[in-house]
T-cell receptor, first 115, second 113 residues
Framework: SAVISQKPSRDICQRGTSLTIQCQVD?????MFWYRQQPGQSLTLIAT?????????ESGFVIDKFPISRPNLTFSTLTVSNMSPEDSSIYLC????????????FGPGTRLTVT | AQSVTQLGSHVSVSEGALVLLRCNYSSSVPPYLFWYVQYPNQGLQLLLKYTTGATLVKGINGFEAEFKKSETSFHLTKPSAHMSDAAEYFC???????????FGKGTTLSVSS
């Protein structure tokens, strides 16, 4: 399985500011996913990021709030813009497995607290 | 819309007891099903998966799950709980609309000595 790292591991930010989260994979992958895990909740898909094309956002998530970059096959960033306390969550990136069983492998997550 | 329901947000067992975490899913096509575990302050780790074939799936750390199509269930079990099993467990199904995963709300497993 792929080894995935995220930076930062955690941060405390003031409302109105923006934070960019980095996700690095040790192998080339076409597709990367960004999820949000709000306190005490499950994971919700924010967007799917394919290299060379615009990210595809899920209902309820917009590019202006969560811009995503995918400059190459091993790296992606998610920015949380104009933050409010409601954005306090764990943000995780994931990549698909190499087989046809559709499993995903997750990074360790970025724990964001907005004050 | 597809959904995953995990019955019981919190399950408590004694060390050595049977672990049973329940998961029901909705899908109009044969599903791909997964169980993930999340230890405190860590990301998600894949425990096991069901794709096709044998309905009893064995995973890591002694866990297994049985796919029952008639019951639309994919319950996770372990014969004997260990203290190190205390964690959050998530059931997930592959989205019919693409390759993303749809997760249940999770079940916190507590193990007491």
């Amino acid at each position: 399985s792929a080894v995935i790292s995220q930076k930062p591991s955690r941060d405390i930010c003031q409302r109105g500011t923006s934070l960019t989260i980095q996700c690095q994979v040790d192998s080339q992958v076409t597709m990367m996913f960004w999820y949000r895990q709000q306190p005490g909740q499950s994971l919700t898909l924010i967007a799917t990021a394919n290299q060379g094309s615009e990210a595809t956002y899920e209902s309820g998530f917009v590019i202006d709030k969560f811009p995503i970059s995918r400059p190459n096959l091993t790296f992606s960033t998610l920015t949380v813009s104009n933050m409010s306390p409601e954005d306090s969550s764990i943000y995780l990136c994931s990549v698909p497995g190499t087989g046809l069983s559709y499993e995903q492998y997750f990074g360790p997550g970025t724990r964001l607290t907005v004050t | 819309a597809q959904s995953v329901t995990q019955l019981g947000s919190h399950v408590s067992v004694s060390e050595g007891a049977l672990v049973l975490l329940r998961c029901n899913y909705s899908s109009s096509v044969p599903p791909y099903l997964f169980w993930y575990v999340q230890y405190p302050n860590q990301g998600l780790q894949l425990l096991l998966k069901y794709t096709t074939g044998a309905t009893l799936v064995k995973g890591i750390n002694g866990f297994e799950a049985e796919f029952k199509k008639s019951e639309t269930s994919f319950h996770l079990t372990k014969p004997s709980a260990h203290m190190s099993d205390a964690a959050e467990y998530f059931c997930a199904v592959k989205s019919q609309a693409g390759t993303a995963l749809i997760f249940g709300k999770g079940t916190t497993l507590s193990v007491s000595s």
